[in-house]
């Protein structure tokens, strides 16, 4: 990693800490808690920021984030951190995508910092995954094993788990396969799946890594990665729909309240149930746009997540369902 690259990622960090105790009025050892770091690291970088020149009158952002809404969403659905892009009209469907994926980045190069030698990163699919890789920085001093969190999609699309492969080159580390496909035509085929040792020895690799990195993704046509890579066909997400389907996280699919093990279609999938994601302590999703919006707060819903990257108008979407949601339960 260039001096360059390591002066933008460190000064993501003192903004960072900066918004959260100048803005937000949080305390050194909340933030210490939130950030996996001791508080005299918070007070020293808090001394570095203003020495820098990072807090002024106002905080100056590498990347601009709206920390309220952040703040708002990690109260709400109790998330460990969120990183919102703060939009402008200006701004492409891809710069913004480009810039939560860089967000993404800067985080997951801070996080492994934490991640024993031989310690494991888990991957899986979608275009928030892939804008987050594409934006790490090539660093060969990591001992870092990554592994995918599902089966093969069966070609090497942006959105395919051989991002997982392109993760281990750039942090230096080993790259496992999960050999097996992520959907199959009938449940008593991915039984069978699941009896061959290989598959068995990727899925306890998956289920054991120290931070997952997935996307989320929508039954609906225009943002589906199932459609895309021609896993499942406009017909096949209609019916989806049809059974109160909103989303996919890890290949499974869940309702508006996260629900997840009533669906058929999840019998015929390899890979990491959203159960399972929930017992590995950082779960790092990557999703924005309004087709998602369900999606994501649904993948919230049922604390599948714990740190999420999006943008403004996304995360004032999901709260939104979230008050909505809220008024139904108290009516």
Same mark, same amino acid.
């Given at each position: 990693?260039?001096?360059?690259?390591?002066?933008?990622?460190?000064?993501?960090?003192?903004? =960072?800490?900066? +918004?959260?105790?100048?803005?937000?009025? &949080?305390?050194?050892?909340?933030?210490?808690?939130?950030?996996?770091?001791?508080?005299?690291?918070?007070?020293?970088?808090?001394?570095?920021?203003?020495?820098?020149?990072?807090?002024?009158?106002?905080?100056?952002?590498?990347?601009?984030? $709206? %920390? /309220?809404?952040?703040?708002?969403?990690?109260?709400?659905?109790? @998330?460990?951190?969120?990183?919102?892009? &703060?939009?402008?009209?200006?701004?492409?469907?891809? =710069?913004?995508?480009?810039?939560?994926? *860089?967000?993404?980045?800067?985080?997951?190069?801070?996080?492994?910092?934490?991640?024993?030698?031989?310690?494991?990163?888990?991957?899986?699919?979608?275009?928030?995954?892939? +804008?987050?890789?594409? /934006?790490?920085?090539?660093? =060969?001093?990591?001992?870092?094993?990554?592994?995918?969190?599902?089966?093969?999609?069966?070609? @090497?699309?942006? $959105? #395919?788990?051989?991002?997982?492969?392109?993760?281990?080159?750039?942090?230096?580390?080993?790259?496992?396969?999960?050999? /097996?496909?992520?959907?199959?035509?009938?449940?008593?085929?991915?039984?069978?799946?699941?009896?061959?040792?290989?598959? !068995?020895?990727?899925? !306890?690799?998956?289920?054991?890594?120290?931070?997952?990195?997935?996307?989320?993704? =929508?039954?609906?046509?225009?943002?589906?990665?199932?459609?895309? #890579?021609?896993?499942?066909?406009?017909? $096949?997400?209609?019916?989806?729909?049809?059974?109160?389907?909103?989303?996919?996280?890890?290949?499974?699919?869940?309702?508006?309240?996260?629900?997840?093990? #009533?669906?058929?279609?999840? &019998?015929?999938?390899?890979?990491?149930?959203?159960?399972?994601?929930?017992?590995? #302590? *950082?779960?790092?999703?990557?999703?924005?746009?309004?087709?998602?919006?369900?999606?994501?707060?649904?993948?919230?819903?049922?604390?599948? %997540?714990?740190?999420?990257?999006?943008?403004?108008?996304?995360?004032?979407?999901?709260?939104?369902? /979230?008050? &909505?949601?809220?008024?139904?339960?108290?009516?």
């Amino acid at each position: 990693m260039s001096a360059s690259d390591n002066a933008s990622s460190r000064d993501d960090l003192l903004a =960072t800490v900066s +918004s959260l105790y100048y803005i937000l009025n &949080q305390s050194q050892s909340a933030i210490a808690q939130r950030l996996d770091i001791s508080t005299s690291k918070v007070s020293r970088l808090i001394r570095e920021a203003r020495e820098k020149g990072i807090v002024e009158i106002r905080i100056k952002m590498p990347i601009p984030r $709206d %920390v /309220a809404l952040e703040q708002a969403l990690v109260d709400y659905f109790g @998330l460990k951190d969120a990183y919102v892009l &703060q939009t402008s009209s200006d701004n492409s469907k891809q =710069t913004r995508r480009n810039a939560i994926g *860089q967000l993404a980045a800067n985080y997951i190069e801070r996080a492994v910092e934490n991640v024993p030698a031989g310690g494991t990163i888990g991957v899986a699919w979608g275009t928030g995954v892939h +804008s987050a890789v594409v /934006a790490l920085q090539d660093e =060969t001093a990591y001992s870092i094993d990554v592994v995918p969190l599902i089966g093969g999609v069966g070609t @090497l699309a942006i $959105d #395919s788990p051989d991002v997982a492969r392109v993760v281990a080159q750039k942090l230096g580390g080993r790259h496992y396969d999960l050999h /097996a496909p992520m959907l199959v035509e009938r449940p008593e085929v991915r039984d069978v799946l699941l009896s061959e040792p290989a598959v !068995q020895a990727g899925l !306890q690799r998956a289920k054991a890594v120290h931070i997952a990195i997935t996307g989320i993704g =929508t039954a609906v046509d225009e943002a589906s990665s199932f459609l895309r #890579s021609g896993l499942l066909s406009a017909k $096949d997400l209609a019916s989806l729909r049809d059974e109160g389907i909103v989303g996919e996280i890890c290949g499974h699919f869940y309702d508006i309240h996260g629900n997840f093990d #009533s669906f058929d279609i999840n &019998q015929r999938i390899i890979g990491l149930s959203p159960n399972e994601l929930r017992n590995i #302590s *950082q779960v790092l999703v990557v999703a924005n746009g309004i087709p998602k919006i369900k999606a994501i707060f649904g993948a919230l819903a049922g604390r599948y %997540v714990n740190v999420l990257f999006t943008d403004d108008i996304t995360a004032k979407g999901v709260m939104a369902v /979230a008050e &909505q949601s809220r008024e139904l339960t108290t009516r």
